[in-house]
């Protein structure tokens, strides 16, 4: 048996505008509505990427929080919000990650780097 633990957690916060009512997306917003986990950040990468996701959070105007957070640790989290322009990252406990406590990209690659220094520095902040 594996004891390996996931890196990441995902997990719908709240709606902040109007949400696809497709049957894929509707499916998803109940899966996202319960805690989800990623054992790596090109786990989470692939997810994001799919055309199930980018149908539910990427085909318009920004709709939904979602909340990401640090397996080991659900208190240390950020906000991510999807769009069709890209991703939002809000880190609403000030880790220093990144300038202002926001973060914005297009692409889902540079979303992962955003995410691995956050990541990193929550993680470091830890263990001092």
């Known amino acids: 048996m594996d004891d390996t633990l996931p890196l990441l957690t995902l997990v719908k916060k709240t709606e902040i505008g109007v949400c696809p009512t497709d049957e894929t997306s509707t499916g998803l917003d109940q899966t996202l509505q319960m805690l989800c986990s990623f054992y790596t950040l090109e786990d989470l990468g692939s997810f994001l990427s799919s055309e199930m996701f980018e149908r539910y959070g990427r085909s ?20 991510m919000v999807p769009s ?45």
């Not at 318009?60 to 906000?79: N, P, Q, R």
């Open 84 to 128: 069709a322009e890209g991703f939002l990252l809000a880190d609403a406990s000030q880790s220093g990650a990144f300038e202002g406590g926001v973060w914005r990209g297009e692409l889902v690659s540079e979303l992962l780097d955003a995410i691995r220094t956050w990541h990193d520095v929550v993680e470091l902040s830890e263990s001092q």
């Open 60 to 79: 318009g105007d920004a709709w939904v929080v979602l909340e990401l957070g640090i397996y080991k640790d659900h208190t240390k989290t950020i906000e």
